[in-house]
């Protein structure tokens, strides 16, 4: 529907969604199934390298729930067996997918996952805007949300009744409307990417995890022979422009029993680099017409590899819950606000008990301040 207002046109819709990475894609799939309409404004073009790769099996019910699992199909992710970790003892452990009910698991090209969800929610009917600038969001003393974008060169103005923030660990939007986040730590990853060695070794199909004395490995083999291996450890450990080095990097690799043999280290195609990867939550999740959902609302420790599943799982959970709002059923967004709170005291009670397992190294910060 559009009207307009000082010269220009505004779009109505019913649900404005800013970022369309995993959980913005998935709520306004789910919400278009629905039956509303919606307006993504996403920042990038998907022109970057996204980091968390790894899916477990169960992401196919959500796929299919969405009705996109045989596009999922179509591109191609590699599939992976399992998991191997050297977690609390120096040997291999094996978490096969064998007998998993759901199949094999799947390492994503992260890009053309995220690039593929957005896309399937054009398809579905939802107005997409990449590269999309927010200018102004503003809300009307109706309750309205009104929002500039600037996209391609133009404005854009819109009206909606509600408004979801899915931008991501940044939050932005919750955050400018007085929501505050907590860090429960300081997790950092730094990662960098090889080409994958020629070959079948016992890590083939396989991630690997692997603890050391300031935190822990994960590598894991990409679509298009890349393997990605990430350094987890904390922001002040890692910091001190000694340490944040690529040297400081190569010597972790180095003292790895297992990481350091899954790739050639001189073949490294960028520097690592370092990403947010602690564990936060925002408060409040949600307003009288506005809610968070994916890392917006709770980022988890990679550790947990549930990140996308997660995020996907809280924008189809947000539609349901907009959706009871729209209908008139009584704490519908309190019932969301809820199930987050819940998810989020159970992670923690599964990551303060990952954590535990590990207690080699007694006198290390990082692991003294997770045991
Ligand atoms: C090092 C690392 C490893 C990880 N490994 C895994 C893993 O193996 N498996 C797993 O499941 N998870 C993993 N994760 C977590 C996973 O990547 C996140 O949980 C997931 O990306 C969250 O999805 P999201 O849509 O909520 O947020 P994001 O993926 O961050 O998407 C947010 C989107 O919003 C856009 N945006 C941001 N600000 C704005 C704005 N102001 N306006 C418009 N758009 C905006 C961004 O461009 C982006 O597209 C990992 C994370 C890290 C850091």
Redesign the pocket.
Known sequence: MLKVHDGKTVKRVDIAI?????????AAISLSQKGYSVAV????R?ENI???????PKIRHLLMDLGIWKRFLDDNHLKSNGIQSAWGREELFENDFLLNPYGNGWNLD?VRF?AML?DEAQKKGALVFRG???EECSQSGAGEWNIAIQCDGAQHRFQSRFLID?????S??AKSMGARRIHCDQL??V?AFFPTPGGTTSHTGY?LIESEENGWW?S?ELPQSETVA?F?TDGDLYAGSKKRSPGFWRERLASSVFTKNRFELPKMTANPRA???NTSIIHPVAGADWLA?????L??D?L?????????E??INAAKSVDGKFRGTGGALRGYSDSIAAAFKSYLNVRRSHYKKVNRWPESAFWRRRS
């Open positions: 800013a970022g369309g990475g995993p959980a913005g894609a998935s404004m996403e920042k990038s998907f996204r980091y968390g790769e790894t899916l477990a992260r995220d957005l999309a600038a927010w899915a931008t991501g660990r940044s932005s939007i950092i990853g990662a991630t994960y894991a990430v987890m990403v947010a990867a959902v994916g890392d917006a609302a980022s988890l990679p947990s590899s549930q990140g996308i599943y997660k995020s996907m809280s924008g």
